[in-house]
């Protein structure tokens, strides 16, 4: 059925008002026994049945990432890093998009262009909406990722008489390849942080505060599965 319905598709695609069609193909063929052969031909609808429908549907993807914290400050005396571990629920709406929720738990350590080295990790959740648009159809695929939504903190760190926390705007732009069920992306987060005031261990609100951007690189890696 799967062979049948990628032939209808090609024809009514390129037929238009043609009333005969010349088809010039091949077709694999692979010789054996009888189980051999009904375990080829099982594998070869089971791939073009991918290819046709890739999954329409629910999954979960389980991600992780791991990449540099706060561009900016590649020239900081400690490297800064970011590692992130998380999933998200989407829906598959055809073969090229699907969209869902996530949320990510992050722990970033190095600075910030007034802070540099951090000297613990400072630690958030981003809760957001994702996007991925795949523009392929087979088994390996190029695609582009975005997320939007709020990261929220977990702790302070503290440097030359500032607090950083977490708190605010989070957005993703990814670019990557699917491998079938496995996706690898590299891409660019921008995250808030509050930046707080300290003096002799009191916060000073109002004027003191102030949201900080902070732009991060990743690489990521992901695992669909079905349900």
Known sequence: MAHAKLFWDIIQKHSKDSQNIEINAGYPFKSGDLCQMLQYSAQNEKSEAYKL?????????????????????????????????????????NRYVCAGLGAEFQMARGGHTDSPEFDKFMMGVPVFANIKV??????ISPFFAARAGMIFGFNDVYKNGYSYRF???????????????????IGM??????????CTGVQ?????VETVPNLNFYIRYSYSFGL
Do not use: W
Request: net charge neutral; glycine share 12%; aromatic share 14%.
């Open 53 to 93: 429908y890739r999954s329409k549907g629910f999954n979960i993807e389980a991600t992780a990432s791991t990449g540099m914290f706060d561009v900016p400050m590649l020239v900081a005396h400690q490297m800064p890093y970011l590692l992130a571990i998380g999933p998200t629920a989407n829906y598959r709406f």
């Open 134 to 139: 795949n523009m392929g159809r087979g088994h």
């Open 167 to 185: 708190h605010g705007l989070y957005t993703d732009l990814g670019f990557g390849l699917s491998i079938k069920y496995s996706n690898v992306s």
């Open 189 to 198: 987060t921008c995250s808030d942080m509050l930046k707080t005031y300290q």
């Open 204 to 208: 000073y609100y109002g004027d003191e």
